[in-house]
């Protein structure tokens, strides 16, 4: 079952579905909120697709900033489609028991710059052993897409990024008369602190304008960080990811 342009289709769950511009799909069901809900449900908005994308978690926000800051990913879509299952399917869970199964709705949709494309999940580490998740990833098979469960960023890399995706946006990226000159400072990889002093003094701008000019080509990454370690400003920063001899 998916959503397209308003459209509500129910499609055989074969090869052929491999074909479908499921990024482009609509969520199926609204995300409601009330007073003294458990989970945490907003919006981001993606810098990936120019759009707001809806959550229903902090864990799910979590992950579509990781998806912003993954420049393989071009176009994503938030609960995409639902998979319906034949009545009495049932299978195997942990604890050895059985379970029926009805349906499933994917939390996204991702697609890359190769064409490929993932359906993720998004679960705690501790709940990752939901049944619906075997039938899905066999699924994913028969489409050609693969198939994620996302379980949290580790730290620091989950706090850089949260900080850092606050320059992601248009209003710190730099003009076009200092954006070469940017990158070009960090030819040679060097300290952020000493990158951001040489390449204001090149541009003629201050440096808390070309601190958060920097910040917003990390994020997008045209420039690169270590980003398993803490960001300082002694953060080692290149513009190429791969050193060069």
């Not at 995300?31 to 907003?42: I, L, P």
């Not at 000159?181 to 003094?201: C, H, I, M, P, S």
């Not at 920097?214 to 398993?228: A, K, Q």
Request: proline share 6%; net charge negative; charged share 20%.
């Amino acid at each position: 079952m998916i959503n397209l342009d308003g459209d509500i289709q129910n499609l055989p769950a074969d090869a052929n579905l491999g074909s479908i511009l499921v990024e482009h799909a609509q969520p199926l069901r609204a995300f409601f909120a009330w007073r003294h809900k458990r989970n945490y449900e907003g919006f981001w908005f993606s810098t990936t697709i120019r759009s707001h994308v809806p959550f229903e978690s902090l864990l799910e926000r979590q992950f579509l900033l990781s998806a912003d800051f993954d420049p393989s990913i071009t176009a994503l879509s938030a609960q995409p489609l639902g998979l319906l299952w034949p009545a009495g399917t049932t299978v195997d869970t942990r604890n050895g028991r059985t379970r029926t199964l009805r349906s499933h709705v994917p939390d996204f949709f991702c697609r890359h710059t190769d064409g490929s494309a993932t359906l993720i999940d998004v679960r705690r580490p501790d709940n990752v052993g939901d049944p619906h998740f075997q039938l899905t990833a066999e699924l994913c098979t028969v489409t050609g897409w693969n198939y994620s469960i996302f379980t949290g960023l580790e730290s620091p890399t989950a706090e850089t990024l949260d900080w850092l995706a606050g320059y992601r946006m248009d209003r710190y990226a730099p003009t076009p008369e200092s954006y070469e000159k940017l990158l070009t400072t960090f030819d040679t990889e060097k300290a952020l602190r000493t990158g951001v002093r040489t390449a204001a003094r090149n541009a003629e701008l201050a440096q808390d304008v070309v601190l958060g000019n920097v910040l917003h080509l990390l994020f997008h990454g045209e420039l690169h960080f270590d980003p398993s370690k803490p960001l300082t400003m002694e953060s080692t920063i290149r513009r190429h990811r791969e050193l060069t001899a």
